[in-house]
DNA sequence: CAAATGCCTTAACCTAGATTAAGAAATGAA
DNA sequence: TTCATTTCTTAATCTAGGTTAAGGCATTTG
């Protein structure tokens, strides 16, 4: 993952801010090319669709980036909801800097590397999405955060893995009682 | 789109290969790092689950690339199995050539551009799969790829939207007679 | 503190898509 | 060409997960 100092290196306007629980950082249709790196603290990003229903793409705890890549990268307006589950503490930081000409070989190089990484975190979310059940997509998810298991409400563990809450709950009282 | 020229670029030692329909060219646990990019032709990614089911990740026609970027970021044995959907001409190249220590400014962003894309296109992806269904899944991948359709068995679009061919018959049976 | 709002769970019912099966059409091999 | 194999379709049945609804806990907020 890549660091505070990196970024720092990157974008020499990045700005510490404290947020709130519940604070919008980017809305769908926004033109923004801001990312957030999370010091302390707890992010998600999220679609809302055609019927008001809520689906998170993300989570961002300590030492993440978090952004709207594809519509930064396409200079599309954003398509992507992001903002706080907790009182956090982030530094903003424009990834139009990411493509300036004057970037050094170690940071392009940091920066192909963070690219990559999530690359790998959606290539595995893909193919769960297509081939595993929602149980061992909820045991997968255990796995794989535990250490936002129990930061994040079960109604958006839900939503990031395409179940509604009620079926999480029912998944969750049938791991409870021995499978 | 990373054209041939970057890549002859990046890996002098690249080849073109004439490839049979069916041919395989990565297999799941291999220790690869070769990328192939289509010079003419169609290839596909895919995994196989327990039960012997096959998933595809990715089609890549004229002028794509195809590789498992996932395991050869992260040097874990391939986690995706490629082949040939059509007789097919390629150019193997190898991947570890973009993390060489030598390479250019200008290629590093042509490499980070690359990965840039196929994260946009994998997002979409993954919001697709959580909150689309299976019908307008089916009508966006024609709309995306028209020129694909013709030229890819049914049962591997069905794949490609998670869902079975008895499913995508059924879908196009009712798109057939007016929705 | 109490009221209010959200969050989680349970349960009854419903539906999109899976499974199974079988026949028709296309493709390929000899 | 013929036979065999794979692909596509249709239809009957099944099931994971969605929807709706209602009650019990938490946690905000005044």
């Known amino acids: ?68 890549i594809d519509s930064q990268e396409f200079n599309h307006p954003a398509e992507l909801f992001i903002d706080c589950i907790e009182d956090s503490e982030i530094v903003v930081f424009d990834r139009k800097c990411f493509k300036l000409a004057d970037l050094s070989e170690q940071q392009l190089r940091e920066n192909a590397n963070l690219l990559a990484r999530r690359i790998a975190v959606l290539q595995k979310r893909v193919i769960m999405l297509m081939s595993v059940s929602a149980q061992e997509r909820y045991s997968t998810f255990l796995k794989s955060f535990p250490k936002l298991v129990n930061r994040v409400p079960q109604r958006m563990i839900a939503s990031y893995l395409g179940i509604t809450p009620e079926a999480l709950s029912k998944i969750r009282g049938q791991i409870a009682k021995g499978k």
Chains 1, 2 share one sequence.
């Not at 020499?12 to 923004?32: H, I, P, Q």
């Not at 990312?35 to 019927?51: N, Q, V």
């Open 1 to 68: 993952m890549q660091g505070l100092n990196d970024i720092l290196n990157l974008d020499k306007n990045a700005k510490t801010r404290f947020v709130k629980k519940g604070e919008m950082l980017l809305r769908e249709g926004d033109e923004s090319s801001l990312a957030f790196y999370i010091e302390k603290g707890l992010l998600r990003s999220y679609t809302i669709d055609e019927k008001g229903k809520e689906h998170i793409f993300s989570f961002a705890s300590e030492g993440w980036i978090i952004a709207d």
